[in-house]
């Protein structure tokens, strides 16, 4: 079992920053491949970014491209997602998930693992 818990969320102002930050426990981090997902009201969970065990491969969905930087410490068995240039759009709850697979990968149905959720909201 793993347990997944998400902080960093807050307000922001239109074109700011945020990093969220995602603290695993319960087997060993290096061992999975993690990502980052969000769902705003009244909308599907989506897919943002996703990173795989070592941290050598990284994908993003092409909204945050150049925004969003995914990034892992597996001294610290933690998950990060710095964004910068926030819209109001990017406004959602974020999840962070994980997988025993290796590759990074874009579908919500692969995750074995969820956190609660973190809100972000971006004024205009």
């Known amino acids: 079992q793993v347990q997944l818990v998400e902080s960093g969320g807050g307000l922001v102002q239109a074109g700011g920053s945020l990093r969220l930050s995602c603290a695993a426990s319960g087997r060993t981090f290096s061992s999975l491949a993690m990502g980052w997902f969000r769902q705003a009201p009244g909308k599907e969970r989506e897919f943002v970014a996703a990173?795989?065990?070592?941290?050598?491969?990284?994908t993003y969905t092409d909204s945050v491209k150049g925004r969003f930087t995914i990034s892992r410490d597996n001294a610290k068995n933690t998950l990060y997602l710095q964004m910068s240039s926030l819209k109001p759009e990017d406004t959602a709850v974020y999840y962070c998930a994980a997988r025993l697979l290796n590759n990074p990968g874009r579908d919500r149905n692969e995750y074995d693992y969820w956190g609660q959720g973190a809100q972000v909201t971006v004024s205009s």
């Open positions: 990173i795989s065990r070592g941290g050598g491969t990284t």
